[in-house]
């Protein structure tokens, strides 16, 4: 079929296209209810009157924190079926199940959040963590939620692992079906109930750090791989060897890693050295995937079918090193962890990785699909409208998140020295640090940069609207690494999609 460049039609779309779009759809919009809730939260930090008894912060904090995990989520599932055809060859096999799984999964998230906002008060009892709230942060859904979540993870899993079953397999394949048997696994290290706080708290950290941090970041290590190869034409066996060492190094030092989190919950003293010294490793292998790629596509003169796309890209990989590395870094080793542990600082990290790592990969492949949507639209330099939209998002959702992450740094440094160190952990000196004057205007700070971020989601949400919608032009053609013809947009024909490579 010939494709119209500027005209959405899903008829271009295959299969695991058309249901990657109803998972980034949802996805977009649970992104905005995170900012939105995150915004009001960080004002009820300075106004703590702000909406009391209507919407207090601990409801509003667990629907920002929630919402940011299940919309990250939708973006992987949706990058997933968006790429599977093409590296595959084939089908997906058991569309229609995946369909059924996508509108179950939805309402379940949607009822989720009803339940979080209107039944939150009342004793705690079994009967509440089957049903209302389980009481764990960041994975608060009532049970019934969780094991919809664990089902709906392995429909995915068939889907995926059974279209490359009967299509053709690839590094990125191979690894990704792994990955998807502990995306499912690992979530169940957090269905249990045990009265002793310290186990509880051991497999906690399993579901928050080995589902969120591990399994994850191997899955938009596949993601990032078949990016760079559809944006910049990457050599397969650039971006195929670099993920082989992110796994190495995940099953190296990820595991060890988790050890970060057992400082102050009753585990041996060893976990003190062990878990200081693994846990910064991760994020290396994803910057080192994206240099080299930028450096090998010297051969297409540095060009690219999706400027927007690939910025994203080289945001996700130099965000997921600053904020899960070197952020996290900072307050892993125990030494300084013992004053920085549940401060501010702890959310400075967390806003940094979680958006570096995560939201940007996702917003890259909200761009490719919008590319294909709109008939392989021309979405590389001079661009209809000049691109503008799409360039001040990316400024203004980078500047935002990351003028948060100083201002929460402020303050996690004010309550190490004021509660911690000076203050030695008492609730006079938790309260002193809350009043203090850096303190307060770091919040206010942290504000202004929400603002600017709320702004940066409108923008994007704003431009994945319309970016394409007046270009006539379909996407460049990219040659492979082997040949010397120019890179250049095709004016008629068919759409044109972009070499592996």
Not at 74 to 79: E, L
Request: aromatic share 16%; hydrophobic share 55%.
């Amino acid at each position: 079929m010939t494709a119209i460049a500027g005209k959405l039609d899903s008829k271009i779309l295959n299969g695991g296209q058309k249901l990657a779009v109803k998972y980034f759809m949802v996805a977009i919009v649970l992104f905005v209810a995170q900012v939105a809730f995150g915004l009001i939260a960080g004002l009820q930090y300075i106004f703590p009157s702000l909406f009391y008894e209507m919407l207090d912060f601990n409801v509003n904090r667990m629907v920002h924190i929630n919402a940011m995990v299940v919309w990250m989520l939708y973006g992987f599932i949706g990058a997933v079926y968006w790429l599977v055809e093409d590296e595959s060859g084939r089908e997906v096999v058991g569309l229609k199940l995946g369909n059924i799984a996508f509108y179950v999964l939805t309402a379940a998230v949607t009822v989720v959040v009803i339940v979080y906002l209107f039944v939150q008060t009342g004793p705690g009892t079994h009967k509440t963590l089957w049903l209302i709230n389980e009481g764990r942060e960041y994975i608060e859904a009532p049970r019934w939620a969780d094991i919809g979540i664990v089902v709906v993870i392995l429909v995915f899993f068939y889907n995926i692992s059974m279209t490359f079953m009967k299509g053709r397999w690839s590094g990125i394949s191979g690894v990704l079906v792994l990955d998807l048997v502990a995306l499912a696994g690992i979530y169940l290290c957090g269905m249990f109930f045990t009265t002793n706080v310290s186990i509880d708290q051991y497999w906690w950290w399993w579901v928050i750090h080995l589902w969120v941090e591990a399994t994850w970041e191997v899955l938009v290590g596949c993601i990032m791989a078949w990016g760079l190869m559809k944006t910049l034409g990457a050599r397969r066996k650039i971006v195929t060897t670099w993920l082989y060492i992110e796994v190495g190094l995940m099953f190296g030092s990820g595991i060890l890693g988790l050890g970060h989190h057992y400082f102050w919950i009753g585990t041996p003293e060893y976990w003190l050295s062990i878990g200081g010294f693994f846990s910064a490793l991760e994020p290396i292998p994803l910057v080192a995937m994206v240099v080299h790629a930028v450096y090998d596509s010297g051969v297409h003169r540095f060009k690219s079918t999706n400027h927007p796309a690939l910025a994203w890209l080289i945001a996700h990989a130099f965000g997921n090193f600053f904020g899960a590395g070197v952020w996290g870094f900072m307050h892993t080793l125990p030494q300084i962890n013992l004053y920085t542990h549940g401060t501010q600082w702890s959310a400075s990290h967390g806003h940094l990785a979680f958006f570096g790592a995560y939201a940007t990969i996702n917003i890259a492949f909200f761009y490719l699909a919008m590319q294909k949507w709109r008939g392989n639209v021309w979405m590389s330099a001079g661009l209809a409208d000049n691109g503008w939209k799409w360039k001040w998002s990316l400024g203004l959702l980078n500047t935002g998140v990351v003028g948060m992450t100083i201002a929460l740094l402020i303050a996690g440094y004010e309550q190490s020295f004021i509660e911690r160190a000076m203050g030695g952990s008492t609730w006079q000196a938790y309260f002193e640090g809350q009043m203090h004057p850096w303190y307060i205007q770091a919040m206010q700070w942290r504000v202004v940069f929400g603002i600017v971020t709320v702004l940066g989601v409108v923008l994007l949400v704003w431009d994945l609207l319309t970016i394409g919608r007046k270009e006539a032009r379909t996407a460049a053609v990219l040659e492979s690494p082997d040949t010397k013809e120019s890179f250049k947009p095709s004016s008629t024909g068919a759409a044109a999609g972009a070499s592996a490579g």
